[in-house]
């Protein structure tokens, strides 16, 4: 198994403490780390006036406070103007002609005519299957995509130099030509066009029209001067689409009259009237085959009774309208749930300021003491018990971590930094008081012979202070020290902290007043107390001290001092 190591906020944990399910009316308050930083406190407020900013902004320029309703529109268009062309004059029953699609129309400015055709036999238009040689090129009854009528199986001549499968059609058959260059009606550029254009909010009950009461019937829309203007020039709006008339109007095009409508609604600031946009939908550019056209016919009687058409092929320019827009109204459950979403962006402070504490805590570069510091106060972490070892060495200022299994010495392992030594005993002294001097003196002398008869004859390799045991297994080969010098065991403190009766006998009452002290299991008692007060006073009191391991030297003055009877002792639980 890998050591487990999950690092958890104090504030998250509080938040999720399992007692709030045991007691549904008790209030879990988070914990917080207050430190004095310029850096931290100049960066939080640069983010919160940030944020602030962009929410008043947001706030205003796009209504936040209002409720949005998309527009319900419907449009109406009359086409006028008259031209001169092809020995005719064209009307606007001549060139616009009614779309089928919705809020469309569409304006003639080009045109070839087919006149006087009536239904009979003739040569077919040239192309690849209709071109023939003999009359088993062609196959009575058969018609293709390209054909203008049904192949009657002959063979005839086309012009002079070329032959063709003879057809049932409306003869004679139209030609492919390209259209008129310039184009037949170029002077529909001059004619004009009014939309009527009508929106509807539902949510607000509110309706209004791009034709205001004041309306001058004589004005022409201009961006600038008659913005509001619903009569439409044609050659202005290609030129506000930035394309030229005479060119689009040879084979045609399909521009979009774009009407916005914002409307906002509330009595203190009210507008609502439209916006007027202009572009080109068939991109001339990026289409293959730019350009908008269709064929029609127009059919009449002949004086022997015989129907006769002529057939148009027509270009033009279809211009859509296309309507959008919204209304807004004020609304305070809009407003209050602006507020409410927004203030959790002032959150994005804290999480800045995280993001850099993890982004050094996960680096090794570069170590700055007051980061360890606030670290080390913000989490905590937990660890999987049975798999690690804690040490502390006399001679080093933190207690390491050594996780197992282990293939050498504890002394020789390798760990790391677990936290610093906390100080439990600020004030030592606390822990007596005043004996007579001659009591003083014979525990002094008592200690010190003890400290003479436990030093060990041979010391191990691994030992730096010559005062540890042999032993084989390798979670109890460990020094008090991590590097040569005198033993922890020889100085006053040990002495009194951890070897002393009296501060034994007072720690064993504390935690248990009435506990028998002359019985014939006060040396266990002692010893085992011995072992508790060494590791308060070299690792601090936390939920992993029985995961501290006593150094052989210290382990061995503490059995010698205070003994088990049979001599057989348990040791350190590695389990």
């Known amino acids: 198994m890998q050591l487990l190591e999950i690092s958890f906020s104090k504030e998250v944990s509080a938040m999720v403490s399992c007692g709030c399910l045991k007691d549904p009316f008790h209030y879990d308050s988070p914990k917080s780390i207050r430190f004095r930083s310029v850096g931290c406190v100049c960066a939080k407020w640069f983010i919160y006036v940030v944020i602030a900013i962009y929410i008043c902004y947001t706030l205003i320029a796009d209504k936040r406070y209002q409720e949005k309703e998309e527009v319900t529109s419907s449009v109406r268009t009359s086409v006028k103007g008259v031209a001169h062309a092809v020995s005719r004059i064209w009307d606007t029953a001549e060139y616009a002609i009614p779309m089928q699609s919705r809020d469309s129309f569409f304006v003639m400015t080009n045109v070839i005519q087919t006149e006087n055709q009536i239904q009979s036999r003739c040569p077919e238009a040239p192309f690849a299957k209709a071109i023939c040689s003999t009359d088993k090129s062609c196959e009575n009854g058969s018609a293709y995509v390209h054909s203008n009528g049904v192949q009657t199986g002959r063979c005839v001549q086309y012009n002079e130099t070329l032959k063709t499968c003879e057809v049932t059609a409306w003869c004679p058959v139209p030609m492919e030509e390209t259209p008129p260059v310039p184009a037949v009606l170029r002077s529909s550029e001059d004619f004009t066009v009014l939309i009527k254009n009508n929106v509807h909010f539902p949510k607000f009950n509110y309706t209004v029209q791009n034709i205001s009461p004041n309306f001058n019937s004589s004005c022409t829309f201009n961006k600038i001067t008659s913005p509001l203007c619903p009569i439409f020039r044609l050659g202005d709006i290609l030129q506000e689409a930035k394309e030229n008339f005479s060119e689009v109007a040879v084979k045609g095009g399909v521009i979009a009259i774009e009407i916005k409508w914002d409307c906002n609604l509330d009595s203190w600031s009210y507008y609502c009237s439209p916006e007027y946009g202009f572009r080109r939908l068939d991109g001339k550019t990026r289409t293959q085959y730019p350009g908008f056209s269709y064929r029609f016919a127009r059919y ?261 001092t205070y003994p088990k009877a049979d001599g057989n002792y348990t040791g350190f639980k590695i389990e």
């Open 300 to 560: 009449y009687k002949r004086e022997n009774g015989k129907e006769q058409r002529t057939l148009f092929r027509a270009y033009g320019i279809r211009f859509d309208i296309l309507v959008f827009g919204t209304g807004g109204k004020f609304r305070s459950v809009e407003l209050f749930t602006f507020i409410g979403s927004t203030i959790t962006y002032f959150g994005l402070a804290f999480t800045a300021i995280e993001i850099l504490f993890s982004l050094y805590n996960c680096s090794g570069c570069w170590k700055i003491q007051f980061c360890d510091n606030i670290i080390r106060k913000k989490y905590e972490t937990v660890l999987e018990p049975k798999q690690v070892m804690l040490v502390s060495y006399v001679d080093k200022p933190h207690v390491i971590l050594i996780k197992r299994p282990l293939k050498t010495s504890l002394q020789d392992a390798e760990g790391s930094i677990f936290e610093n030594h906390p100080v439990k005993f600020s004030d030592p002294c606390s822990f007596f008081t005043k004996e007579p001097n001659e009591n003083h003196d014979t525990e002094e002398s008592q200690l010190s012979c003890l400290m003479q008869s436990t030093r060990s004859p041979k010391c191990p390799k691994w030992c730096c202070c010559g005062q540890c045991n042999l032993t084989q297994k390798f979670h109890e080969q460990l020094c008090c020290r991590s590097t040569d010098g005198p033993c922890i065991t020889t100085t006053y403190w040990f002495k009194k902290l951890v070897l002393s009766r009296e501060t034994l006998n007072k720690a064993l009452l504390y935690e248990d007043p009435f506990l028998d002290l002359q019985g014939d299991n006060t040396s266990n008692q002692l010893r085992h107390a011995a072992y508790k007060q060494y590791v308060h006073w070299r690792f601090g009191s936390f939920e992993l001290e029985d995961r501290a391991v006593i150094p052989s030297c210290c382990r061995g003055v503490i059995r010698s």
